[in-house]
């Protein structure tokens, strides 16, 4: 059974950071490019960051570049969103997205940055 598990997410005050993980189970993992997509109230979904399978290489939106990172463990089956220097535009739903032969989703964790 396919399985995207994200956790890390929370209240955060402006300028604060989260790391998100997704933890992957029930396909090849490492075959897989993962990326991490968002979806803040009223607005549709849209690709955040993005991590080849391979050689890891990565791809953000603008508004991310420069404070959020994304990584892989292939060993743990695990995906990474390091998310630094948060903004309240930031709050959103965050899912985790595998993507080759079939594409999965996972269910989500919500980011919520204020003060």
């Known amino acids: 059974q396919v399985q995207l598990v994200e956790s890390g997410g929370g209240l955060v005050q402006p300028g604060g950071s989260l790391r998100l993980s997704c933890a992957a189970s029930?396909?090849?993992?490492?075959?897989?490019?993962m990326s991490w997509y968002r979806q803040a109230p009223g607005r549709e979904r849209e690709l955040v960051a993005e991590i080849t399978s391979g050689d890891s290489n990565t791809n953000y939106v603008d508004s991310v570049k420069g404070r959020f990172t994304i990584s892989r463990d292939n060993a743990k089956n695990t995906v990474y969103l390091q998310m630094n220097n948060l903004k309240p535009e930031d709050t959103a739903v965050y899912y985790c997205?595998?993507?080759?032969?079939?594409?999965?989703w996972g269910k989500g964790t919500l980011v919520t940055v204020s003060s």
């Open positions: 997205h595998a993507a080759a032969y079939m594409t999965y």
């Open positions: 029930g396909f090849t993992f490492s075959s897989y490019r």
